[in-house]
């Protein structure tokens, strides 16, 4: 049975979700191609009408973890001014559910550790997402008038990661709640989001 273009395109949406969420929770290592096409509902002999290797699946779900982001970062923003925005941004990024959900949220914070060792198509398409990230943090804080935004953006972004990251790998609950309150409370004074006091 032959399918049309679109199911085609859905098939690999599926996949590639489905890749993306085990990407982040199990890392690019330890995924394999029959449990994702069988996550997917989809038997194994299909994985090769949409990719040549695993390894493009792992760089093709790298860009999907980052449209993902993308939206995220859209959805903070809808309806708001850019200071209300990025103090949401902020909530969210650094909050305990985006930290308890592994399979889901920023790839910078999931797979940071792992680029080294992946290709160079993979490692350049999450530089790509990395850097459309803090251009649109850039141009948020540029609309707010902030001196240097792109140095600012740069900053933000690597104390995002950076908190949610050490918040993820610290086993004591109450320890790394406080990561993620401490790390929210200072990044939005630092940045003029709320008061000093």
């Known amino acids: 049975m032959r399918y049309d273009a679109e199911h085609k395109q859905k098939t690999r949406s599926k996949v590639l979700e489905v890749a993306a969420q085990a990407i982040r929770k199990d890392g690019p290592d330890r995924i394999g191609v029959a449990g994702v096409m069988a996550e997917a509902g989809l038997t194994h002999g299909g994985f090769y009408a949409h990719f040549k290797s695993k390894d493009e699946l792992v760089t093709a779900a790298i860009g999907q973890m980052f449209e993902e982001s993308r939206a995220r970062f859209v959805h903070e923003m809808e309806g708001r001014s850019p200071a209300e925005g990025l103090s949401a941004y902020i909530d969210f990024y650094l909050s305990a559910r985006h930290r308890d959900m592994r399979g889901a949220g920023c790839p910078m914070a999931a797979l940071a550790s792992d680029l080294p060792r992946l290709p160079d198509d993979a490692r350049?398409?999450?530089?790509?997402?990395?850097?459309?990230?803090?251009?649109?943090l850039a141009?948020?804080?540029?609309?707010?008038?902030y001196a240097d935004p792109q140095a600012l953006a740069r900053s933000t972004v690597s104390e995002l990661v950076g908190a949610l990251s050490l918040a993820r790998v610290e086993t004591d609950t109450q320890r790394s709640d406080a990561i993620l309150a401490d790390s929210r409370r200072l990044l939005k004074q630092r940045l003029g989001l709320?008061?000093?006091a």
């Not at 350049?124 to 649109?136: D, I, K, P, Q, V």
């Not at 141009?139 to 008038?145: H, I, L, Q, S, V």
């Open 124 to 136: 350049a398409l999450f530089a790509e997402g990395a850097r459309r990230l803090t251009g649109a």
């Open 139 to 145: 141009r948020k804080f540029e609309a707010m008038a």
């Open 194 to 196: 709320e008061p000093t």
